[in-house]
């Protein structure tokens, strides 16, 4: 028998400071999505199972190894978000409301296959779904959203790939154009692409394995797949990415792992996460309200992994919410001190204190691993001419305030 028991194995326990950089991801990202214009919206963990082998294809990855069934039940544990969201819109019938939406969402994901090095069983996506218009301009702002959410909670080194499927009809040309090109080299590719060719070309594209970047690598892959009204609508898109500032690597084998994708897809990668490299991606799936029985609209999004970017934030967070500690001496001020605390809380400033018998040093040791800012010593001498020691953590220095001020001297120097 165990003597404790321990996580389910593909799982995190977020726990300061960890816990904190996520809460801290979830805040900027949730800022930037309500200054952009979205509306969160929080959905069940819980679909028929049928909503995903529908939008993102029988033969994806997603449905042939990843789902994450409950036995003897068609549902799942959602793998992902855009599926979940377009039933929603369906099925509330949003589109009755107004023509143009944008949503946001925060939450888990989850995976059946055998948990690897950075892909989890149970992960974070922080995902947007944006219906009801094919503009160039949105598809930029899409791109650009995700890369403030990503630059503004410290990921750096972040690459942006881009590339284009085109329409169904673009889709259905391209895929039997790898047909054709791919048979012949079937033999060099390895064994689950060999499988892939006439299920799924597209795959082929993607794969790591070497043997097959060095067929795909052969294969003359060009904008020449598109339609004339997908390629003039690509092309607004790179001119509007380099009108914005936003780099960006034009990658003809991008193709993304799921069925619903058309027109504009993106993902970021960073050669720091190994080979799977990506910590966030997205684009266009103007038929997937259609295929999954709405009306015809056109929709875009993007999903980004939150463990996947934290592995990439350099910056470790304090290990306490806590902007403020007080501190106190002598033991018989305590009474003295938890009242200045309570002041403090009561003024919404994050405050803590030691509620252990400590000598004042060990109260200071324990104000800097909590990483706050301040720290105010409640002093017996000081105390006598109603002031209090503030220390500032950062810089090591620290002045008398007086008693009726600190409020709101910590409210001015706090960010």
């Known amino acids: 028998m165990k003597k404790y028991y321990e996580k389910v194995k593909g799982t995190l326990d977020f726990y300061p400071p960890r816990s904190i950089l996520f809460k801290n991801v979830a805040d900027k990202a949730g800022k930037l999505f309500k200054t952009f214009g979205y509306e969160e ?40 978000g855009t599926a979940q969201v377009v039933r929603f819109y369906i099925e509330k ?10 949503f946001f969402y925060i939450g888990p994901m989850f995976r059946g296959e055998r948990p690897q090095k950075g892909r989890l069983r149970q992960f974070h996506h922080i995902g947007c779904e944006v219906f009801g218009s094919q503009s160039p301009y949105l598809d930029m702002e899409v791109i650009k959203l995700a ?10 080194k972040i690459t942006l790939k881009l590339n284009s499927l085109g329409c169904e009809k673009d889709k259905k040309n391209f895929k039997n154009f790898l047909i054709r090109e791919l048979e012949g080299s079937k033999e060099k590719l390895c064994l689950v692409c060999k499988g892939r060719v006439l299920t799924n070309p597209l795959r082929v594209l993607d794969c790591k394995h070497q043997s097959c970047k060095r067929v795909v690598s052969g294969l003359n892959l060009t904008k020449n ?74 929709a875009i999004g993007f999903a980004l992994g939150v463990e ?24 018989d001020i305590y009474p003295q001190a938890y009242k200045v605390l309570n002041s403090l809380r009561e003024n919404g400033i994050p405050s803590d204190i030691s509620y252990n018998d400590r000598p004042l040093k060990r109260q200071l040791r324990l104000a800097q691993k909590l990483g706050v800012d301040f720290t105010v010593i409640v ?10 020691i503030l220390r500032n953590m950062r810089e ?18 706090l960010c």
Do not use: W
Not at 44 to 59: A, C, D, H, R, Y
Not at 245 to 260: A, E, F, Q
């Open 41 to 80: 919206i929080i959905l069940p963990v819980l679909e028929e199972t049928g909503v995903f082998i529908k939008s993102v294809g029988q033969t994806s990855d997603i449905v042939r190894k990843q789902i994450f069934k409950i036995e003897s039940k068609n549902i799942i544990l959602r793998p992902e």
């Open 93 to 102: 019938a949003i589109y009755r409301q107004r023509d143009f939406h944008k």
């Open 147 to 156: 890369m403030l959410i990503l630059e503004s909670c410290g990921v750096e």
């Open 225 to 298: 797949n598109l339609c004339d009204s997908c390629r003039a609508h690509f092309e607004k898109v790179l001119s509007l990415l380099k009108k914005f500032n936003i780099p960006y690597d034009y990658d003809p084998t991008l193709v993304r792992g799921l069925d619903y994708y058309s027109n504009t897809v993106f993902e970021f990668v960073s050669s720091e996460l190994g080979a799977k490299d990506a910590c966030g991606a997205g684009g266009r799936y103007n038929d997937l309200v259609k295929n999954l029985g709405g009306p015809e609209i056109p």
């Open 308 to 331: 996947r970017m934290m592995l990439l934030i350099k910056e470790a967070p304090q290990v306490s919410t806590a902007k403020v500690f007080v501190a106190y001496t002598p033991r």
């Open 379 to 388: 002093g017996e001498e000081e105390l006598k001419d109603g002031c209090l």
């Open 396 to 413: 090591s220095t620290q002045n008398k305030v007086k008693l009726d001020d600190l409020v709101a001297v910590l409210k001015e120097n």
